[in-house]
């Protein structure tokens, strides 16, 4: 095999003085070297420098396909860098890549924590919502952020979402010269001057006992914006249990309300669009896509099933809220994939009809659901049921 004409080479804070031999024989050798500014400097990179266009794209470097060519990257290219980005766009034998330490491998050497056993999340352009899912009492993570600004404002963010108890280490420029850590609580955060690239360290040791969410299916329904057509937090269980969710599968939510069964749907791994006819409630599904941080795994779509699903990339599974209807059913059971798990339910006399009815001739489970509430009754108590819900769920 000939030899890759691309090599990815991983750079610290100590520039050229960190890399290996064949680090610093690849840029020697190379018509031309592709990083952000700041990589560029730390190699004194001469004309053959190239900074990344802004927004980012790997469009250039596969210009000079079959030159010696080398792409900068901070520590390993491939945690959160542009080694995944760039390989996806080649054969295997096209490149190499030369990594080292990186800043969480880093981060967690100084805090003395297990990098198995730590949380690490590029927050560079994401939310800090997405800390929401993972984050809770003894958790211990550590996030890279934007710039030296962005410590303070996730501190803000750490307090307003219940996790001001949490302790911070500010990590600025690990792995240089100037290399600086500092600790602050996220509640009275305090830390000034912050230079970049920085990462944070969060020890959730002292968070409440409560805090964060639960993994188990089924979260509180004041936990989601809402204007109260939300499957309900016993009825949202089990139907979450009937999805069986698995990383990475995509749900049809048809009928989305709140978005609940799509957000837990994601918590769980998965990815969700979300369909809702109404535009009041399609805003507040985008407002809980940012509330747990879900932007680019959910997506809300205004519109009426199936019209609204033409297109769109096939499920592997789908929620029907509601129960439908049977129009509904004859044109969705066509389009779906063989394999496809559906779950509906219904409350009505009617929906309980049909969905015995697509039973009947498709097969699968049927489930009553008859919950029950205890309620005050005079000086004593007594049960308040619910309506019963009826559940189909099949594969198809």
Not at 66 to 95: I, K, M, N, Q, Y
Not at 110 to 124: F, Q, S
Not at 184 to 199: H, K, L
Not at 327 to 349: C, E, F, K, Q, S
């Amino acid at each position: 095999m000939a030899d890759p004409w691309l090599t990815i080479v991983g750079l610290g804070e100590d520039g050229l003085e960190g890399l290996s031999d064949a680090s610093r024989a690849a840029i020697a050798g190379a018509e031309v070297i592709f990083g952000g500014p700041r990589h560029l400097d730390l190699v004194a990179v001469d004309a053959r420098g190239r900074a990344w266009p802004v927004p980012f794209d790997i469009a250039p470097v596969l210009e000079w396909r079959g030159r010696p060519t080398v792409v900068l990257a901070s520590g390993d290219p491939f945690w959160f860098g542009a080694g995944g980005t760039l390989a996806r766009h080649l054969e295997p034998g096209e490149w190499r890549a030369i990594p080292l330490a990186g800043v969480f491998s880093l981060a967690c050497a100084r805090m003395g924590w297990k990098i198995e056993e730590t949380v690490c999340m590029g927050l560079h352009a994401a939310a800090f919502a997405r800390l929401r899912a993972v984050l809770a009492r003894g958790v211990c993570a550590v996030v890279t952020l934007r710039d030296g600004a962005a410590p303070a404002m996730l501190a803000k963010w750490l307090v307003a979402a219940g996790f001001g108890a949490a302790r911070l280490m500010v990590l600025e420029r690990l792995g240089g010269t100037q290399e600086r850590l500092r600790q602050a609580n996220a509640e009275g955060f305090d830390v000034t001057d912050i230079a970049a690239p920085v990462a944070v360290a969060i020890d959730g040791a002292n968070l409440p006992k409560d805090a964060g969410l639960s993994r188990a299916s089924g979260l509180p329904d004041d936990a989601f914006q809402h204007d109260g057509q939300i499957t309900k937090r016993p009825v949202r269980a089990l139907t979450l249990s009937a999805l069986a969710p698995r990383p990475g599968e995509l749900l049809w939510d048809i009928g989305g309300g709140s978005g609940s069964i799509s957000v837990e749907w994601c918590l769980a791994g998965g990815r969700a669009i979300t369909v809702e006819t109404r535009a009041d409630r399609v805003t507040n599904i985008r407002a809980n896509i940012a509330d747990f941080g879900l932007d680019g795994r959910m997506e809300a779509i205004e519109g009426r099933a199936p019209e609204a699903l033409a297109g769109l990339p096939l499920p592997d599974a789908v929620f029907v809220g509601g129960g439908g209807n049977a129009a509904l059913y004859a044109a969705l059971w066509p389009m779906l994939p063989a394999g496809t798990r559906l779950v509906a339910n219904g409350v009505t006399l009617e929906t309980e009809a049909l969905l015995a009815q697509m039973q009947a001739a498709h097969g699968g489970d049927l489930l009553r659901i008859d919950l029950a509430q205890a309620a005050p009754l005079g000086g004593m108590r007594g049960w308040n049921a619910a309506r019963p819900v009826v559940q189909w769920s099949v594969v198809k």
